[in-house]
């Protein structure tokens, strides 16, 4: 089998894992989870990607293939009936769906982040006993949510301003009354609007509509898709990650009991300063493509690709050098990301965080550079819209912009990082 083939799995041809287990010394947990979804992903989404990217529609009926097969609790812990993967375990298992289809996995990652703060994260997030029993009961109630009824939840974060790049607090208030909080405000890029049963909102809690809104009174809450007030609005037409659906969300006055807060209050400020790698969790859908464009470019070298004439072009010095490129590009990416998602852990040291920066910025970045050797390589014939190859070009340019780690401020705090220490200025030089 040459490099980027197939083999068999429970009966089906399937492509090799993107993190040969015995090399990468995956767990058996692991690999088994890999397995599954590239299994699941190559046979069911990998078919119906080019479709859901040409309507620009929501990958539902992937969605219905992911609850039968028991996945959309990947997240939640064993404990609560959930599959109980970790951090690294997810993102392993998600880049192998994002090798299939980029929208499918990028909004998987919006669902499964609402477990992810909510399980593990929070489980290594200093908390009072008072908060810790609060939030046990929390999300239990969500997570019989998800796997019984088979609830998907969506993670609308992004505003347009600062909140979302971690610099200001959010412009979307959550005001406190008897019984609940009167929810105000406009998410934008919000993936699954429309097709989430719940919206896993970040807000600012206000006592009263003239306080000053805060970063510490950040609020973490579920909002049922049906409440009166929540409405999705605009247009949805992107270059890339089509499937998202990633349309303006509007809450007017929407009201929620406390009992749907995710979290504590005030105990999201603190995962999300606590768990910096958690905003990795965007990368997966991005290794994935990586992987699928390198793919894509061995077997069209090699006259294997399905859909395109059995003519051979490996021959040329040319196509030969830039697939080593290629393979050099993907090697190093894999190599940095599988260290950086490895050492995932509460209050990382500074070198650990610099790297997960690093880490971020080579996913988002190569993914996007591998896929445009791809075309050049291939060459015309491999860029029609029949083949993959040019949605992977489309849906790779998505993973830089997306926030609060896009590559320009992973860039701006490296280059901050490495330069200073905490607490160093230039003042002295004025
Ligand atoms: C396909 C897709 C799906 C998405 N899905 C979701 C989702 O489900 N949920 C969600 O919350 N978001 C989602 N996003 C949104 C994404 O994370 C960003 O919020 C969005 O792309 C930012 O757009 P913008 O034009 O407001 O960004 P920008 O205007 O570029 O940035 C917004 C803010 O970030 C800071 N910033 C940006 N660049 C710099 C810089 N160079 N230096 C310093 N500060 C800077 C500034 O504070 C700026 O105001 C999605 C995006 C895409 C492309």
Redesign the pocket.
């Known amino acids: 089998m040459h490099d980027g083939g197939t083999s068999q799995f429970d009966g089906q041809l399937v492509d090799t894992p993107i993190f040969t287990p015995d090399s990468w010394n995956l767990t058996e947990f692991e690999a088994a989870l890999c397995a599954e979804t590239r299994a699941l992903a190559q046979a069911k989404f990998a078919p119906r990607a080019a479709g859901i990217d040409r309507e620009a529609r929501f990958p539902t009926e992937n969605y219905v293939d992911l609850k039968a097969q028991d996945l959309l609790g990947i997240c939640i812990p064993s404990e609560h009936g959930g599959r109980g993967a970790d951090l690294r375990a997810y993102m392993l298992a998600a880049a192998e769906i994002g090798r299939y289809c980029g929208a499918t996995a990028?909004?998987f990652n919006?669902h499964v982040s609402s477990c992810l703060w909510t399980g593990v994260l929070a489980d290594g997030v200093e908390m009072t006993e008072a908060q810790r029993a609060e939030h046990a009961t929390m999300r239990a109630r969500h997570y019989k949510r998800i796997l019984e009824d088979g609830a998907i939840y969506?993670?609308?974060?992004?505003e347009?301003?600062?909140a979302?790049?971690g610099?200001?607090a959010f412009g979307t208030t959550a005001l406190r009354t008897d019984g609940g909080w009167i929810i105000n405000g406009r998410?934008?890029?919000?993936?699954?609007s429309g097709h989430a049963d719940y919206y896993g909102v970040l807000c600012t809690e206000l006592d009263t509509p003239d306080s000053r809104p805060s970063r510490a009174n950040t609020m973490y809450v579920a909002i049922q898709r049906d409440t009166p007030g929540v409405s999705v609005e605009g247009h949805w037409d992107?270059l890339?990650?089509r499937g998202?659906v990633?349309r303006t969300l509007i809450f007017r006055d929407v009201f929620i009991p406390f009992s749907e807060q995710l979290m504590p209050r005030g105990v999201y400020f603190n995962a999300a300063r606590q768990w910096p790698h958690m905003f990795m969790t965007?990368t997966p859908s991005y290794m994935g493509i990586a992987q699928a464009a390198y793919d894509f470019t061995v077997r069209y070298l090699r006259g294997e690709m399905p859909g395109t004439p059995p003519v051979k072009r490996r021959m040329y010095p040319t196509k030969q050098l830039a697939v080593a490129q290629m393979k050099i590009m993907l090697e190093q990416t894999k190599s940095l990301w599988f260290q950086s998602i490895s050492e995932a852990r509460p209050n990382p040291g500074k070198d650990s965080l610099l790297r997960a920066w690093a880490a971020q910025y080579s996913v988002m970045e190569n993914a996007n550079e591998i896929a445009q050797l791809a075309i050049r390589t291939c060459g015309g014939q491999a860029m029609l819209k029949s083949l993959p190859l040019e949605r992977l070009y489309r849906d790779s340019r998505?993973g830089a912009?997306?926030?609060?780690w896009?590559a320009?401020?992973c860039t701006?705090m490296l280059g901050k990082g490495v330069l200073y220490e905490a607490g160093e200025t230039d003042e002295d030089q004025a």
């Open positions: 990028l909004t919006m969506a993670q609308p974060f992004s347009g301003g600062d979302a790049a610099k200001a998410k934008i890029f919000a993936s699954l992107p890339g990650m998202t990633s965007l998505c912009l997306m926030l609060p896009t320009e401020l701006d």
